[in-house]
């Protein structure tokens, strides 16, 4: 193995469906040393091989598929891989990442990453073992739930295989639909599902023997070592999430969230949920079956829970989050946890984004209560707050495109600018990808992360939010003082922690990895690749959120799209955040001072020194940044 | 004094760590499928099962190799598996009731077994969770030895 391949396979899968044509190519090492992998090596290749205004949806979009270099390494915390592509919800890229299995599987399989083009004139699976790499028919599964095509798959190819699966969402092409690996994890946000279905791709299954080699093992070794002995037995108290350890997961968020007024309650009319105590950790604890964890992660914060009484009676989730339960639950007035439950079990059976399928149904059902959605418009259904059957049925409705589901399908923003009626004010999302689990108005600077988020409204890419309300999370740096409520300091944090984030998600990394040891990061990313260059995570961050800008830009995103829904600058929360708004004014500020600090001129065009700067001029002049 | 496995399958959580160090241990590299340990998922249920030696007592996997390569130490009870007489026939990886024989196919093909790392084993030491016990042979009747038949 050359040296500059450590940490990387240097093989890319790149399989044209029109014509069902396989081959191998080599990865882009240049781009691997300025974007590493995931997410930023993903958004550069992209912005070479997409042509602007593409319908995403259609035969010339690609789906990129890439793991990090520490993927499939004992570094710990780092099973990810990243689903890259059009979003159908935004019409701009999308990273989406899972964590589970199948990115190992997939590198041990001997790839990097995959990119599928084309459109495929029947429904097929891609099937990789090894070097055997095939499309095989999908008849037999299609049309199948994601429980039962896995299953299918498992028992024709073995039980350790990999896979990773749409269902009925994604073949009709739901704008929101997600794809889901192992039964429990998944590509969840902006619609990858969706762009599988429209590639009549029905799942890709993998089995790998292989290795993955690092470039000083010795060295990585004795570090994954030492961070996990360090957070998880000498410092356990930092890990809230460690299900082990007696962590809640990350449903332990519901507490402070709903403390401080930021639990989405009823399609954010509310900030906090008088019946929280029916749907938070306590509750979920008590129907925990299992902490699990992904490859590599000796944390383990997903909880397996099954409801064993009841009119529910077998639901079962995989991996039961805070995002989903909150916007299932509060944000629908929803407080029966084995409906919740449910809600999330039918999102992962038939393939859908739980955060945006809670932001949909909440907004319809708003609709509904003031009059703008009528029993005439839902078939009958009375979508009040809080009607658990009419929530289950309209997911339902949802994934099959039937009736009042196929508006809905559609995502929130495209739903309401079918309705109008003023219904677009509380239609909460950002560039069209509706609004996750924290209201922005508590803390404004996440309002700002919300807004400026490259995807649209993503909780990934910078999250001020608990930094500015109990002074966590902070990223490198000095601290710098945050105010919830006032606009200053807000662009800083936000800026760095994009960069921060870009570069984590780049690497295989979670999201939660090792909390404050996450700060070695950069040091296992050198051992593991050998490349000293890599440790400079603001420079690489910073050139990855620049990239994806200027795709953004290509498609026509500009400042006025920088912004959020009106009712977070209409609409003052109740109590415990009483009069919590962001008033217009603070919001400009932030956004000018986020541009000015980011060396964007007024509209949010990445100026050519800044680009220069990053190495990354030719972009820019291929979109005639100046 | 003999040393044997303890395995708790309820604590495990499926993080394959062990087998990262298994690997990397004997092969210098990331490679779970030549680890002596492995952890069979159930994704569906969410369940995992370590597979592991167990120095069985009356050893199948001595019985049916037809080559002699597979010894046991008599004070140990650790299975070696003579790499230099092994003719990678797999008799040893079928015979086995707890699927703790593997096999490596680079460079000669051969099976492989759980050799205890000389009496320190790498995958104890990256159990967090406590599902990876290596415990004295005395106490080995213990409940969390029994725990190894919940099979996943």
Known sequence: MSFDACGYTGKLLRVDLSSGKISVEPLNMAWARQYIGCQGLGVRYLFEELAPGIDPLGPESKIVLLTGPLTGTIAPCSPKYTLIFKSPLTNILYDSTSGGYFGAELKYAGYDGLIIEGKSPKPVYLLIRDQRVELQDAARIWGKDTFTATDMLKQWWGDDLRVTVIGLAGENQVRFASVLTEYAKANGRAGGGAVFGAKNLKAIAVKGSGSVSVANPEALVELSLKLMAETLVENPEQLVFTGWKGGEGTISIMDWANDYGCLPTRNFQAGSFDRKSKIDAREVKKITKKEKACFSCPMGCAHQVKIEQGQHKGTGVGSFEYESIAMLGSNCDISDLAVVAKLNELCNKHGMDTITAGNVIGWAMDCFERGLLTEKDTNGLPLRFGNNEAAIELLEKIARREGIGALLAEGVARASARVGKGSEEFAMHVKGLEIPAYDPRVAIGMGLAYATAPPGAAHTRAFPISGALFGGWWVGADPVKLDPRKPENFAQVCIQQNHWQAYRFSTGHCDFGLLEPGWKLPELLENCTGWPEIKDWRKIGERIINTYRLFSIREGISRKDDTLPAAFFKKPLPAPAEGAVISPEDFEFMLNEYYELRGWDHEGRPTQEKLRELGIQELGLKIGVR | ?152
């Open chain 2, 1 to 152: 004094m003999a040393k044997v496995f303890s395995i708790d399958a309820k604590k495990c959580t499926g993080c394959k760590l062990c087998e990262l160090i298994c690997s990397f241990h004997h092969n210098g590299v990331f490679k779970p499928s030549v680890s002596r340990i492995r952890v069979k998922l159930n994704t569906r249920e969410g369940t995992a099962q370590p597979l592991i030696c167990r120095q069985c007592k009356k050893c199948t996997c001595i019985e049916v190799c037809r080559p002699g390569a597979i010894s046991q130490d008599e004070k140990t009870g650790v299975i070696t598996i003579d790499h230099a007489k092994c003719t990678g026939c797999k008799e040893c990886i079928f015979t086995c009731p707890f699927q703790a024989v593997g096999f490596e196919e680079e460079p000669k093909g051969v099976a492989i077994v759980c050799d205890h790392c000389g009496g320190k084993p790498e995958c104890v030491k990256v159990c967090f969770p406590g599902a990876l016990k290596y415990i004295d042979k005395e106490t080995s009747w213990a409940p969390t030895r029994q725990d190894t038949t919940s099979r996943a």
